[in-house]
């Protein structure tokens, strides 16, 4: 994994991590509007499968969820609604994942949100090394252990990749 590069100040999901004592590198891109994953692991020369986006999405009741999955798959909304009792899951709108969030789209990290919401991690997301995983803004990721994700998130591990 790349270095980092460049100052980057603290963000929320930063101060959180260090507040809980979690080891963490830092790395550092040129954040392309629509580049998703596919760009960040490009310019970072990572796997995007260890590139782990973090998704707001909403239940049928329109309470928020956050859903961690694999750069380089897509949720299955039927498979994760199933997953977690619902009846169905959508994706929120930008605006509602920001109020949600507390984070520009782009940069949402699910460390630290404004608002405390359940967090699901595709459940092979675990079984990797080190994930790649945003840092609180656009063009910034964080490397950390997948086990901070059920440690310190309790994020429930689900199956839910197409």
Do not use: W
């Amino acid at each position: 994994m790349a270095k980092k590069t460049a100052h980057v100040s603290e963000t929320p999901a930063t101060q959180r991590l260090r507040r809980a004592g979690v080891a963490f590198s830092e790395h550092v891109y040129e954040y392309l509007e629509h580049g998703g994953t596919a760009e960040s692991a490009r310019q970072l020369g990572v796997d995007e499968h260890a590139v782990v986006k973090t998704l707001v999405m909403q239940n049928e009741k329109g309470e928020p969820l956050i859903v961690l999955m694999h750069g380089d798959r897509q949720v299955s909304t039927k498979n994760l609604a199933r997953a977690i009792g619902s009846k169905s899951v959508a994706p929120c709108t930008p605006e509602a994942a920001e109020r949600a969030s507390g984070y520009q789209v782009g940069g949402t990290s699910p460390f630290a949100t404004r608002k405390a919401m359940p967090v699901y991690v595709e459940s092979t997301i675990l079984d990797l090394d080190r994930i790649c995983i945003n840092g609180g803004r656009r063009g910034y990721l964080i490397g950390i252990a997948p086990r901070v994700l059920t440690e310190l998130l309790a994020a429930t591990p689900v199956s839910c990749a197409l």
